[in-house]
Structures are given as structure tokens and as C-alpha cells.
């Protein structure tokens, strides 16, 4: 196969890694552009005034990229959030139907500061929860506070936004990995987006400037306007077949399949929001949150709730 492109999943495509996504690394940067630069190729919303986009709070993995998160009730006491893709998991691509929650690791993650440079190292205390159904994100809980990440490095976690991203909205794919910057817009959303074995949800589709290649996979999509995180970056169709792993297909309400080669895609995040509770722990079973739950779980419930059969 051909060098890895973003993001969705495959293994024969990562160099130097075993069972994880194309849309991790590959060795060798792109011949032009490795280094950031912030091309202002797409406007922000009518009326309001672009933010600089930096790669402050942005992270690079072992073969994918992240980002340390909060959301609205995060406290400065609280374990920071690293975000990155459900594909770039250390513990391989979770199978469809899949749902990881609380399972101890201590992968580390190097923290970038606003112009890319080496900020320091933070470290996992565990994989808060991570899956490929319906969404492709993975949260890890870090042994540092939000407070310690700031106090020892000047750097400030980036916030999820928790409303539903808007099409037309200029964005920033900002991948920690290549320390690069992807500017475009958000063209719509798909209503399925299939590849391979797995199925997402409402996914972003990008405007075609944000080319996106292995080793982005996990990067904030950050709306430019607002400074927010609205979505994680995860694929791209790479030769426009249809449906297969490294070539997502959309599918609308009514069966019917989009091909759309070389445009990439990004799963929503405002959906972790509602999700997130007391201490910043994950709480599948909040007000509001849709995530998906583990099967054992989700079978559990099924099987105490008559109204669900």
C-alpha cells in the first residue's frame, strides 16, 4: 500500500507500529510544508474576528496526534483530559461494538507550547474511555492536573465547545505530530460514514484545502472564531473506492452512498460535554450523554428496561 493517509484505521499502513491506524504516522513528513504554518485560506463566521489559532495544549502521541481538553465544569484541581482518536489507542483499534472505559495506562504525551516546540512530557493514569462506534475519539486522564500543566509548563488546556458545529465555520486542523496546521471549512456532515468494519456518526466533512495525512489522526478541529474544539480529526478518502478501510463512504437517511475522494472527515466532540462529570471523571450514564456505552452495560440496562425492547 501506498504511505499512510489520515487517519481511519489500518494496520499495514503505520510504519513502525503494530495494529493501529493509517491515519497515525508515517516516517517521512510531507516534501513541502512539514512545519506549521497558518495559512489564512478559509474565513471565519460573517461578522466575528478570526483567534490565532496556536498549537498551545496540542500533543503529539507515538504515532498520532491529541490535545488536553476541558469542558465547561472542568476545575483547575481536576486530572486533565488528553483527547485523541478511538484508532490511535496503544491497545489497538477497539472492534465495532467496542466501548473501553477505565483501563490504566501510563503512555506519555508530548505537550506543545503556542509556536510547536517541546513543551515538556504529561503522562496517562489510564484510558477514560475510547471506541470506534458511532464516534472515533479516545479520552485519556492524566496523572497532572489542569492547574499542574499550567503552573509547570504555561500552558492551557483548550476548551470543548458544547453545541453542534456549524457548516461554513472556518477551522484549524492542528496536528501535534507534524506540527502543522490545516486551514479550511466545514463543508456539512455526513449523516453515516462508513469504512471498513466501522460506522460514525454526523461526521464533518472538511472543504478540500485540509489534505490531511498519517499522523494527524487525533488532532483538535478548532473553530477559528471561537477558539474552541468541535470535532477530532480521524480520515480522509484516500482513492476514492467505496467504503473500504483508508476510503470512507457517506451514506444519507435513505441508503444512498457518497464517494468523495481526497476530502477528509472529523467525528464531533460536543457530544463528550454532557458526558463528563463530578471531578472530571467520564459518566456514561449522565443527563444527556449519547455516547456509547460498553456491551456488558449496555445489556445490562436493555435488560432491566422493558420499555428499550
Known sequence: MKKPLVGAVFTAL???????PAAAVSNEAPASDQRATDRSTAAAAPGTKAKAVTFAGTVALSNCSGSVVRVPSSQPTDRALVLSNGHCLET???GPGQVIVDRPSSRSF??????????????????????????????????STYRDIES?????????????PQAGRAITVASGYWKRMYKCNIDGFAYRLKEGRWTWKDSVRYTSPCQVIGGTSGSPVIDD??????????????????CTDNNPCEV??????TVRRSIGYAQQTYTVVPCVGTGNKIDLNRPGCTLPK????????HHRSPALR
Open 14 to 20: 503505520l510504519l513502525g507500529a503494530t495494529a493501529l
Open 92 to 94: 489497538g483499534f477497539p
Open 110 to 143: 508530548t505537550l506543545l507550547n503556542a509556536s510547536g516546540g517541546n513543551a515538556g512530557t504529561v503522562r496517562a493514569s489510564k484510558i477514560a474511555y475510547g471506541t470506534m462506534t458511532d464516534t472515533d475519539l479516545s479520552l485519556y486522564e492524566l496523572t
Open 152 to 164: 509547570r509548563f504555561g500552558i492551557k488546556a483548550l476548551d470543548l465547545d458544547a453545541a453542534h
Open 225 to 242: 472564531a471561537t477558539g474552541k474544539v468541535v470535532a477530532v480529526n480521524n480520515t480522509i478518502n484516500e482513492s476514492g473506492q467505496r
Open 252 to 257: 444519507d437517511e435513505n441508503g444512498n452512498v
Open 294 to 301: 460498553p456491551a456488558v452495560a449496555a445489556a445490562e440496562q
